[in-house]
């Protein structure tokens, strides 16, 4: 793709701009060993209500995680870093507990070109969902999806769905 770092700092900044409240972002952090050009992560704490009318006096939270990651051209070897990079970031931020319902953690690879049939059938296939036992509580999920700047798609896994929905404004607008 002709200029590939300038469409991905726009599409950044058309993200950054679709995230809003309840997320917090932050440019060029530095997450687990690795620089990103764009980290957004929200957290809900709420009250526990029985039938969501009668107070319990408990609460929970649940989080999201989310890293932008531009790759130009991703092969089989860079998903295989690439998604062991996810694995490590979500046993770094999710932190279950008894109060935890859940967390997303979920990694955008924003590239310049579509990717190899082997890496989009990997993505799509991606489940890597946790449940965590007593004394701890709630359950993990790792959402994938790949954005292909030049012909204007996406690849995600099953969970990451929603993930893709939220960027699809961004996409249109490049």
């Known amino acids: 793709?002709?200029?590939?770092?300038?469409?991905?700092?726009?599409?950044?900044?058309?993200?950054?701009?679709?995230?809003?409240?309840?997320?917090?972002?932050?440019?060029?952090?530095?997450?687990?060993?690795?620089?990103?050009?764009?980290?957004?992560?929200?957290?809900?704490?709420?009250?526990?209500?029985?039938?969501?009318?009668?107070?319990?006096?408990?609460?929970?939270?649940s989080h999201e995680y989310c890293i932008f990651l531009p790759v130009e051209r991703v092969d089989e070897a860079g998903l295989d870093e690439l998604l062991a990079y996810l694995g490590r970031v979500r046993n770094s931020c999710v932190q279950p507990d008894h109060s935890h319902e859940f967390s997303l953690v979920s990694l955008v690879l924003v590239t310049g070109g579509a990717p190899d049939r082997a890496v989009a059938k990997r993505i799509k296939k991606l489940v890597e969902d946790v449940q965590y036992r007593e004394p701890q509580r709630g359950w993990s999920s790792v959402r994938v999806a790949l954005v292909d700047l030049e012909r204007r798609k996406m690849v995600c896994n099953r969970a990451g769905t929603a993930l893709a929905d939220r960027m699809k404004s961004a996409l249109q607008k490049l």
């Not at 932050?26 to 957290?43: H, M, S």
């Open 1 to 61: 793709m002709q200029d590939f770092e300038s469409a991905c700092a726009r599409f950044l900044t058309l993200c950054e701009q679709d995230l809003k409240a309840p997320f917090v972002c932050e440019r060029d952090a530095l997450i687990e060993g690795r620089w990103t050009p764009l980290y957004a992560q929200f957290t809900l704490n709420t009250e526990r209500k029985v039938f969501g009318i009668m107070s319990t006096g408990n609460h929970t939270h």
